[in-house]
């Protein structure tokens, strides 16, 4: 398979080929988006916005997001665990998810949380109790938060630290308020009863299930690829796939310029064009695992938050910009609140592109993103190969 056709393949599984909604969207389309991604990253950086917004608006334009977090939070559809990293899925892959809570209970997960939950027990039993009788409750609404000081773990109150405890091991649920502060209850408030009754598969089959949902998901992908979309170990990963393959769940196939061979689902669509415009969250899945993106799209892309700012090499936040089957740019952005703006402090085009063209159709974009998130305008700085011609075009 040509490396072309590859692209083609994992846009499309992602959604990417989808018609786009013509009227007002609402929770059909969230479920059509989900059916595709499986979950989405929640993460608390919100430069632009939440993190979990940026998937949903790259796939189908603008929404409310006040319905979207109704629908995730509420609407007893979805629940949020650990997947890839903390994310929020459907209910029904709560048991193929057990596994994971179930070594984290053995220790699989932060040293300190399992040190502290084994020191501490009877503390984190009464943590549970008081979830079970007054739940949803914040870490601060604990009768005993035990503030704590240190440098480890940023200092976290022992109150929170064992609730995220019995969180990663799957005691207690969580879902988030209008400022994204975790409340914390019984799992049974927020999974429903039947999925919770069903038996938790063993974990060869529970692996093979989650791959083949992120064969899926991808269209094509490596056996790191699929391994890394719910974290599987990749050790634990290759055999997995072998079985899939055996069975005719996934497919081998050898991607032209790859070195490693791959997967592809049986049921991938492979459009014969692409015509994709949006900009991408760092967390969206197309891009999340930088190695596959590298190798689709010939685009290196870091995330630079946690760079010190005079070594960063494009910027604090930066949005890939995908334009048909191709990431032909990046901008570094910062919706500025305070001053009504989307602020795009820097502006990349990839080596052999049309500038003049990347500028006009990122404009479009720029403008389309910054009426979503309720900003007046757009701001075009002046560091970055595509910036002038941008600034260009827009005037």
């Not at 399992?114 to 009464?126: G, L, N, S, W």
């Not at 009754?197 to 299930?209: G, T, V």
């Not at 479009?364 to 190969?385: C, I, P, S, Y």
């Amino acid at each position: 398979m040509k490396q072309g056709v590859a692209a083609r393949v994992a846009l499309a599984s992602q959604g990417f080929c989808d018609p786009s909604p013509s009227g007002r969207i609402d929770v059909r389309h969230f479920r059509r988006v989900l059916g595709r991604l499986a979950l989405l990253q929640l993460d608390s950086v919100q430069t632009v916005c939440r993190s979990h917004y940026l998937p949903i608006y790259s796939r189908l334009g603008s929404y409310d997001r006040d319905h979207l977090d109704d629908w995730l939070w509420n609407s007893g559809e979805m629940f949020e665990t650990w997947a890839h990293e903390a994310s929020i899925l459907p209910v029904w892959m709560e048991p193929a998810l057990r596994w994971r809570k179930r070594r984290a209970a053995e220790g699989d997960t932060w040293p300190g949380l399992h040190a502290m939950a084994t020191r501490q027990a009877k503390y984190v039993d009464a943590v549970i109790a008081e979830v079970e009788e007054h739940g949803p409750i914040r870490a601060a609404d604990l009768s005993d938060p035990r503030p704590r000081s240190g440098d480890w773990w940023n200092g976290r109150s022992d109150g929170k630290r064992a609730l995220d405890w019995l969180f990663r091991i799957g005691m207690v649920g969580s879902r988030r308020l209008g400022n994204f502060e975790r409340t914390y209850e019984p799992l049974n408030r927020l999974v429903p009863a039947q999925v919770l009754a069903k038996p938790a598969p063993p974990d060869e089959a529970a692996q093979r299930d989650l791959l083949e949902v992120a064969g899926r998901c991808q269209g094509i992908g490596t056996a790191g690829d699929l391994a890394d979309y719910f974290r599987i170990g990749i050790s634990e990963a290759r055999p997995r796939l072998a079985e899939l393959v055996e069975h005719g769940r996934l497919l081998a196939v050898q991607v032209e310029g790859w070195r490693e061979p791959a997967f592809i689902h049986p049921e991938s669509p492979r459009p014969r064009k692409v015509a994709a415009r949006a900009l991408l969250s760092p967390f969206d899945p197309v891009v999340w695992y930088r190695p596959r993106a590298e190798r689709l799209f010939g685009f290196r892309y870091r995330i630079e938050i946690y760079v010190p700012a005079g070594k960063r090499e494009y910027g604090y936040y930066v949005m890939p910009f995908l334009l048909g089957q191709d990431l032909v740019g990046r901008v570094d952005l910062k919706a500025d609140r305070s001053e009504g703006v989307l602020r795009a402090r820097g502006v990349f085009a990839e080596d052999g592109t049309d500038h003049c063209h990347v500028a006009t159709e990122l404009s479009a974009e720029l403008d389309r993103l910054a009426t979503f998130l309720g900003l007046e305008g757009v701001k075009v700085g002046r560091r970055g190969n595509l910036a002038a011609v941008l600034r260009s075009v827009r005037h």
